[in-house]
């Protein structure tokens, strides 16, 4: 590695089929951005471990659900937490790096989330509602999720699941941060077409709920998305935060905005290298 320039373990997926969008192109462009800056070395998670002391900082970026690669993943947080090595994100969060746990945490502390229950003995603690989703625990992307009726969803053995009201939203939308800053926001004006997303600008309002999700959280630096649905009474409800390789959807940007966040994202990583030091 040169000593010119600090080096990164850049860990993706090229070939992760994402339903909806193409995180091989999002990469591409992220690491067409980083490479004038540092040093890269570009790897799946699986393959990692070799390269891990060779750099300054590892980032952990759109590789799809970890859940195809679970022991691979655990192990790599492990050595994460119990050595010198660096990452970005930081692997401490309580988001989605947990799963859905999150959601059961937040539905317990009453934040402003879809309800959200483990056991059919909490059933009572959700709305009146006439679908239900099941959701695995530890998936993403949608993967094992069901919608069922009460009589359907109480014959389902739901280890491993979170359950949920099917909630009657008007549009999706995602906040964007970088080390506690808002970047910028996204929406999907059609509910039916999630990753059909337009600019957004949000209200006040809209960011102090963003940041109550931020700041609930443990990460000190790196990329957060908070997404959340709007209801028909104009209330925001989280959907999820995704704390571990959230895509950015970096396409979607007018090209000012694109270089603008790519300039913050350097100098987050930067930091955190200094820091290192």
């Not at 989605?96 to 003995?121: C, N, R, W």
């Not at 359950?163 to 999706?172: G, K």
């Not at 990753?195 to 963003?210: I, M």
């Not at 209801?231 to 905005?257: C, H, M, R, T, W």
Request: with cysteine.
């Amino acid at each position: 590695m040169s000593n010119q320039k600090p080096s990164i373990l850049y860990l993706t997926d090229f070939y992760y089929p994402a339903k909806g969008r193409e995180y091989y192109k999002e990469d591409l462009y992220i690491i067409s951005q980083l490479k004038n800056d540092f040093e890269l070395i570009i790897c799946h998670p699986i393959d990692s471990k070799n390269y891990e002391a060779l750099v300054d900082l590892v980032m952990f970026r759109n590789t799809g659900s970890v859940m195809y690669y679970k022991t691979y993943f655990e192990n790599f947080v492990a050595r994460t937490n119990s050595n010198t090595i660096t990452t970005y994100n930081e692997m401490i969060g309580k988001g989605d790096m947990l799963g859905k746990q999150h959601l059961l945490d937040l539905t317990a502390l009453q934040y402003p989330v879809i309800p959200t229950v483990e056991s059919f003995e909490d059933l009572r603690l959700l709305p009146s509602t006439k679908k239900y989703l099941l959701k695995l625990k530890n998936g993403a992307d949608s993967i094992g999720m069901k919608s069922l009726s009460y009589k359907e969803l109480i014959s389902e053995s739901i280890q491993d699941y979170v359950i949920q009201p099917f909630i009657d939203f008007v549009y999706e939308v995602s906040f964007y941060f970088i080390d506690h800053e808002f970047q910028y926001a996204l929406y999907a004006p059609n509910k039916n077409k999630r990753w059909d997303l337009e600019e957004y600008t949000p209200t006040k309002d809209d960011l102090v709920f963003a940041n109550k999700f931020i700041l609930w959280n443990d990460i000190n630096y790196g990329i957060q998305r908070v997404d959340a649905c709007r209801l028909e009474s104009g209330k925001l409800l989280l959907v999820e935060l995704e704390d571990l390789n959230p895509f950015l959807s970096i396409e979607a940007l007018q090209e000012s905005k694109k270089q603008k966040f790519m300039a913050a994202l350097k100098t987050s990583i930067k930091t955190v290298i200094n820091n290192k030091k």
